[in-house]
């Protein structure tokens, strides 16, 4: 079901790695979890699997998006993170994924009412880090997609986590009818070649573009990062200005869903802490409402929080001083409800 070839829209190529990153250039990781829901040993039942994510992480957003747009909120289950990691004070080190319900967030001045306790493995774990250690791994990254009635992770790679949903939404208990509900990654071959070939395209350019651009300490790395990013943007601008509502025509597909973590986030989030300052999306008619479109989709508002993206991202920067803006011409997530912002033409 989920590729276990490495793919250039699902990973990013290793080659030198570690020379790349010593020259200032950010290179992500692989996820070391692949095996599928669909698998003998993960057959596809309701109750049985449990998300663990941050709302910060745009890797994770791809998740909650496909979970709820699918269906899915009441059968699997799932743990939200604070978006700050632990501290150089923390016993157990810094830059760790913890479930702190009670811990409070400098923007607000109060807790975050999604964060939650870990109840996924039932042993309570307070760091993500330590449901890895329980399998002997190394890694601390979310998303998790894990099997509770095995206590084993089943696959840390969003990509993959995403597609085995949407095949298996029927058999893990969608509360939408199958001839509502949509379906992300359709069939038809030559559908499925489109996404695919955007997915690839938005992967490299925009979401994994967005941190080579934020997080290289090589000018010349950054300028490349930024100029791919903002050529990727005006060529799905252009993509869009014949009219069709989403990507690849008609209906919300996979290659929309990867594409809107990024996007919900470049304007109050990643035009100053990526350094994407070149536009805004508003700047974009065609893209802002496609944008504002995916945001109205039943489930899609509710499967994020930009308090969680705004603490997460600017709580970890210099100062740890969150802006308040963007206000004008309309403070979000509120302006998402207004395509007109963008200029005339139909929503």
Not at 302 to 314: A, D, K, P
Request: proline share 8%; charged share 25%.
């Amino acid at each position: 079901m989920a590729s276990k070839t490495p793919d250039a829209s699902v990973q990013e190529n290793q080659t030198d790695a570690s020379g790349r990153r010593a020259r200032g250039e950010f290179v992500r990781g692989v996820s070391g979890f692949r095996t599928a829901i669909g698998d003998p040993d993960f057959p596809p039942e309701p109750g049985r699997y449990h998300l663990f994510v941050a709302l910060n992480c745009p890797w994770c957003h791809r998740v909650t998006l496909a979970r709820n747009v699918l269906g899915l909120q009441d059968t699997v289950t799932m743990d939200i993170a604070f978006p700050g990691r632990t501290e150089e004070d923390d016993p157990a080190g810094p830059n760790l994924w913890q479930f702190a319900p009670e811990k409070t967030a400098s923007l607000t001045g109060a807790p975050l009412p999604e964060c939650t306790a870990e109840t996924g493995t039932g042993k309570g774990h307070r760091l993500v880090r330590d449901i890895y250690r329980a399998e002997g791994s190394d890694e601390k990254s979310v998303p998790v997609l894990y099997d509770k009635k095995q206590r084993r992770i089943v696959s840390n790679e969003s990509a993959e986590i995403l597609r085995m949903l949407n095949a298996h939404a029927e058999a893990l208990g969608s509360t939408i009818p199958a001839g509502e509900r949509a379906d992300l990654y359709p069939p038809d071959k030559s559908l499925q070649a489109e996404i695919d070939g955007l997915n690839e395209a938005i992967y490299q350019a925009i979401n994994n573009g967005a941190y080579k651009a934020g997080f290289s300490s090589d000018q010349a790395v950054y300028a490349a990062a930024f100029k791919a990013y903002f050529d990727m943007l005006g060529t799905l601008e252009d993509r869009l200005s014949d009219g069709r509502p989403f990507l690849t025509g008609e209906a919300f597909t996979e290659a929309d869903l990867r594409l809107f973590p990024t996007l919900y986030r470049h304007d109050p989030v990643y035009y100053l802490r990526m350094k994407l300052n070149g536009a805004k999306i508003l700047d974009y008619p065609h893209l802002w409402r496609w944008l504002c479109r995916v945001h109205a989709l039943p489930g899609v508002a509710t499967s994020n929080s930009l308090v969680h993206c705004r603490q997460g991202y600017f709580g970890r920067s210099w100062n740890r001083v969150v802006p308040l803006g963007p206000l004008r011409p309309m403070a979000y997530p509120e302006a998402y409800a207004h395509p007109e912002l963008a200029g005339a033409g139909p929503a």
